[in-house]
């Protein structure tokens, strides 16, 4: 069986491509099946993703639901919405069956409402379709939306032996099996132990003596983001699920916090350069603009607010027009520390090792902010006293740098603090926002301490 | 047992630092190690992260090394290193004895040359020593520089009732058993199982009989970023290593792999933000000066550009003073619509779904450059012309704003792309490079397309 083994590198060519539209055109299912067969199904998605709606409906239709449905799951949010409309509510029925109970799930939650009961009334199978009711009760942002119902559970009383027996039943529905929950006659969660430990045993022993009794676990109704940040932290590979009174409900597993944790650093990079959650490179220019268009109005705006300022300040500056033609740089240095020191900020945040008070933050900010504005003020002062050959006005616009590093640096600070505590999510206080502000801002205090340093 | 389950959740409060450092300076070592092992080593690490170094060293002397070895692995890079200064090579290798292989060769990798040679000579178990001083020899960004050794490895020619019993043994050793690894009698990768499948096979059967033949497996010199991509795709939770002829050598969690996409996303945040890699909140005020002024300095440059742009054009305008006081305006917009363009760039490049041809890249982005571009610059054209009644200058500062938006949105699309071409980090192109960039480009256009509309 040498021949078979693959490194796992798939690469996406137009050639690749090209055949499979060659093969659609002639429809040559046969050789298809035999084309898209060697691939995995998150490369066939990505086959999917790339060709013409008509070409993966028929692709879809084409190979067996065990396939398309792991296809379905993979799939990007919109060309699955697509297919997912040309389907029959029989069909997508079909689909669903061969999902575990959370991927399942998380499509027909996809669906309108309308077609979500369609589509449930179809589920031949009673437990799955229970199953699948109840974890669409659950909001997606919570532990509940992430877990499935899939889990091998022993009650305490078993022995290794009878234990093994049982499981087998159980393990064959379950794709991975991570952990094995110990619960008690009331289904209460009480323990656990690995696949290792049950081979690893004597077949008499009991399952409560081998089983490790402090398991970790996270309550159903736990954030997402809180779940995914725990298990990251402890290396954890799945985690029960419970209610209040510790009944066992779903476990949640590592490779849907993954997903989870990529997710959450997308939208957060996307939100530090200005872009509305959700769109890839792939997406319709109407929707990168609708994505994109909303944070350069901002950015007008505060445009439109410099310009009024700067209108202001003509009348006193009428001699001083050199000051005039450093305004973007000292935009461009508000907004630089602004974002720097707010990305600090929501980054820690986001992996929850931001202590301490505000204030010696805000003091730290200060200290960081005045050292390097400091530093570039020595440069500047030098620059334009040597091109400009005017010490006053070198001072003063050095000066103004120095305050408006500072001033950016706390308002970047400040604001993702500010927000967090709240509960809003500060990474939409860096990027545009925290730029505009300090662009505006950063000009309005150069003007001042200008007039204030020339005794204009 | 039920009163020991815990929900996971951790909160590091200002009464729990202060109670560790109060029990240090009582010291009362029994109710110290009473509270610490209440907790999970990462949080341990967390509380050391925390406390000055005198106590976190205290600690770490207090507890057994089964518990510091792994607390070791979880904390603070600058933190390890402090502690692992003030440890002999004799104490460092006891930590590294109960470690697994990967961590212990990274933690040995991060000693000074010398003093790894001494720790190593002191590992007492020479098959360990052997295995560490393999993985060393491997590039930490490569596969070889993730892997562990510890994995469970069966032959083809094994019955299921004989593996399990031979695995009995080798499973004590590893933490987690994902996957039981199958190999010929040259030690090459024939197939895999899970401890699912073996416990739900008949005893008699032939492990080649029952084990998947189609591995997934990555070579030892394959990019760890790459590795981290392809497990992330295909939701593996471990995956093998082989070298050039196939030998198995090692294998992969999915654990590592969080740590690697988490510290992927961190850097490419930051360098978005305008900050080196590699500093978090809680880094000195030199640290994250070293780490933010270069970027601020480029940002400086940039501005003293700018200046010398304007001033050469300060003649021509004489006339046109307010065409100056849009100079923050066309340099934002242009900033930020770099930043946007190159930003959905480098995460498509990052999520590797940037496909098709540059040129197609290009278009697409000039189109939706221009859709954004005129929208604005309409809102902007009505606001000039009613606010300063001049429809001549309304249209040069509009139609130049278009021109800049384009512009900005094609370099934010190509440089990335380019410098991805040439095997450079694209995240190195986002952020303040790229707005510092259009900034000059943006002004220097603004001005010429101003000059040619308006006649001068």
């Known amino acids: 069986m040498e021949e078979t083994q693959e ?26 099946k035999v084309l898209l067969n060697e691939f995995h199904y998150a490369d066939i998605a990505e086959i999917l993703d790339e060709i013409n709606f008509e070409e993966a409906i028929y692709i879809i239709k084409l190979l067996d639901s065990e396939t398309t449905s792991d296809i379905l799951t993979e799939l990007d949010e919109d060309v699955r919405e697509k297919i997912l409309k040309n389907l029959s509510a029989k069909e997508i029925a079909e689909e669903v ?52 119902k899939e889990l091998v559970k022993v009650y305490g009383t ?38 290792k430990d049950l081979i690893t045993a004597k077949s008499e022993e009991k399952i409560a003596d081998i089983a490790k009794d402090n398991v970790d676990y996270v309550n159903v109704k736990d954030d997402a983001e809180d779940v995914a940040r725990v298990m990251a932290k402890y290396d954890l590979e ?16 590592i490779d849907d916090i993954v997903d989870v944790l990529k997710e959450e650093a997308d939208k ?44 202001g300040f003509q009348e006193s500056f009428n001699q001083y027009a050199v000051l005039f033609f450093f305004t973007p740089l000292i935009a461009a240095m508000a907004g630089n ?87 809003i999510d500060p990474a939409i206080a860096t990027g545009p926002f925290i730029t505009t502000s300090n662009d505006i801002l950063g000009i309005l205090l150069y003007f001042w301490i200008a007039k204030l340093i020339l005794g204009i």
């Open 337 to 423: 520390v602004g974002v720097q020191s707010s990305a600090i900020i929501v980054q820690g945040l986001a992996n929850d090792d931001v202590k301490g008070s505000v204030n010696s933050r805000l003091i730290k900010e200060m200290l960081l902010a005045a050292l390097n504005g400091v530093i570039l003020a020595i440069f500047l002062f030098v620059f334009v006293w040597a091109y400009n050959g005017e010490m006053d006005k070198a001072l003063a616009i050095s000066v103004s740098l120095v305050a408006v590093i500072i001033i950016a640096g706390l308002i970047g600070t400040f604001v993702p603090l500010f927000l967090n505590k709240r509960g």
């Open 238 to 253: 799945a985690i029960p699920v419970v209610d209040d009174e510790l009944t066992l409900l779903g476990r949640i597993t």
């Open 7 to 32: 490194n796992i590198q798939f690469q996406l060519t137009d050639e690749l491509l090209e055949n499979v539209q060659q093969l659609i055109i002639n429809q040559d299912n046969k050789q298809l």
């Open 158 to 195: 078993w022995t290794v032996a009878g234990c093994i027996r049982r499981i087998r039943g159980q393990a064959k529905d379950v794709t991975r099996v991570h952990s094995i929950y110990v619960v008690n006659k009331e289904e209460k969660l009480i323990g656990r132990l690995s696949l």
């Open 97 to 148: 069956e061969e999902l575990d109970t959370d991927d399942a799930a998380d499509i027909i939650a996809e669906l309108p409402e309308a077609r979500q009961e369609a589509v449930i009334s179809q589920i031949e199978d009673e437990e799955h379709k229970a199953e699948i009711q109840e974890l669409l009760a659950y909001d997606e942002d919570t532990a509940g939306g992430l877990m499935a």
């Open 268 to 311: 957060d990079y996307q939100l530090a350069a200005g872009i509305t959650q959700d769109v890839d490179s792939d997406d319709s220019i109407i929707e990168l603009t609708r994505a994109r268009l909303p944070w350069l109005f901002l950015g007008l705006i505060g445009g439109i607010g410099a310009f009024i300022i700067m209108e």
